[in-house]
């Protein structure tokens, strides 16, 4: 089985920095896109950022210029570095990846971790 976990989540005030990690552990043959997503109050999940397996990313627009994807492939694991946080960007933020164990891709996705942004 795979499993993703998330760190880096906390409470920071507005104009600050958090830097989210996810690593995927288990059987692992191969990893195509990996991302974040995030859910915050009342609101639907939504993409932030995703990252495939040659580093080509996408962000969504309220995230661009603020937020960097990245991944290691060696450790299996994706970064998300936010810099001038939002109100607006509180959320609990999950992860995502393409994992494929044996013959085929699956999704699997994080237990998502928390970002407060408030004063």
């Known amino acids: 089985q795979v499993q993703l976990v998330e760190s880096g989540g906390g409470l920071v005030q507005p104009g600050g920095s958090l830097r989210l990690s996810c690593a995927a552990a288990?059987?692992?043959?191969?990893?195509?896109?990996m991302g974040w997503y995030r859910q915050g109050p009342g609101r639907q999940r939504e993409l932030v950022a995703t990252?495939?397996?040659?580093?080509?990313?996408n962000y969504a627009d309220s995230v661009k210029d603020r937020f960097t994807i990245s991944r290691d492939n060696a450790k299996n694991t994706v970064y998300l570095q936010m810099n001038s946080l939002k109100p607006e960007d509180t959320a609990v933020y999950y992860c995502?990846?393409?994992?494929?164990?044996?013959?085929?891709?699956?999704?699997?996705w994080g237990q998502g971790t928390q970002v407060t942004v408030s004063e």
């Open positions: 288990g059987i692992i043959r191969s990893i195509n896109d």
């Open positions: 995502n990846a393409e994992i494929k164990q044996w013959r085929f891709f699956n999704t699997y």
């Open positions: 990252i495939s397996s040659v580093g080509t990313t």
